[in-house]
């Protein structure tokens, strides 16, 4: 992406370190409901250890970690006895989701879900507040699928990988203090 492109679009390649009240409210949502599902194990802002793999074929500019808005597991990472806690995981979740930001560009995240694929992730999810769309990729044998649900057309998100639905208008609540 050019340096003129990513200006005139405002638009980042690479990580928005910045993030938003849109992007915070969607973000803590999905963990919540998928927390409440009981289904997997949640983590958020989880910084995934991917040192012994090369990646650079995506462009993404990590060598040694990579860091989704929402992790799920079917099965926890365990922490090896002796250790209180990892700043690493080397355990892939199940499923990776990355929330689009104001200033991200879409063609960053769609070059990460790939290499988390490739990292031996089962599905990814990419996750537009603004447009309240959200696109579930899933890669069999090793071709990138896609499957688009918006707000006005699906009450839920199904996917079909991970055996698991989540209603569309929960995920974008804009719940109000009382």
Known sequence: MSDTYAIENNAIDGEDEMGSLNHST????LAFLLKLSKKFAVMTELS?????????KYDIDAKEELKPDVCAYLKRPVVP????????VSQMPDLAIEILSP?????????????????????CWLVDPEQKIITVYSCPKRHLRRKPFTL???P???????DFQLPIGEIFEEEEAR
């Open 48 to 56: 995934l250890d991917i040192s012994q793999h090369d990646i650079s």
């Open 81 to 88: 006895d002796g250790k209180n806690d990892l700043l690493k």
């Open 103 to 123: 200033r991200q560009a879409i063609s960053y995240l769609v070059r990460k879900i790939k290499a988390y694929f490739e990292l031996g992730v089962k599905s």
């Open 152 to 154: 006005d057309i699906a």
């Open 26 to 29: 969607v973000q803590t949502n």
């Open 156 to 162: 839920e998100i199904i996917d079909e990988t991970m």
